[in-house]
């Protein structure tokens, strides 16, 4: 499994983005997608989640009503849409998937087995 993302930027604050993740392989079912992001001298951080029907959806509280995850199936892709952007959102983020056997979406980074390269997203104040 190969996640890839793209879509990051500098953007000043108020700002959007779109960021994609294409997972290079077709499986008998999507995964549950999930987006982190990480800055410097902190901890990975979730951000959003999706299951693999794309009728559930989680979202950390600091991104709520700002960000919104969806998935196109037919594209093998998931995005992540960023609105109002602030210099905190500022990291990098990656794009995660859960292997096949699980379905429930999670928050946690570990319940993630495949993890994509990070793409940056800075914001200016």
């Known amino acids: 499994v190969q996640l890839q993302a793209s879509g990051g930027g500098l953007v000043q604050a108020g700002g959007s983005l779109r960021l994609s993740c294409v997972d290079s392989?077709?499986?008998?079912?999507?995964?549950?997608m999930g987006w982190f992001r990480q800055s410097l001298g902190k901890e990975r951080q979730f951000v959003a989640a999706?299951?693999?029907?794309?009728?559930?959806?989680a979202y950390a509280d600091s991104v709520k009503g700002r960000f919104t995850i969806s998935r196109d199936s037919a594209k093998n892709t998931v995005y992540l849409q960023m609105n109002s952007l602030k210099p905190a959102d500022t990291a990098v983020y990656y794009c995660?998937?859960?292997?096949?056997?699980?379905?429930?979406?999670?928050?946690?980074?570990?319940?993630?087995?495949?993890r994509g390269q990070g793409t940056q997203v800075t914001v200016s104040s």
């Open positions: 392989e077709r499986s008998f079912r999507p995964r549950v």
């Open positions: 999706i299951n693999g029907n794309g009728d559930a959806t």
């Open positions: 995660a998937a859960r292997h096949l056997v699980f379905v429930d979406i999670s928050d946690a980074p570990n319940d993630y087995v495949y």
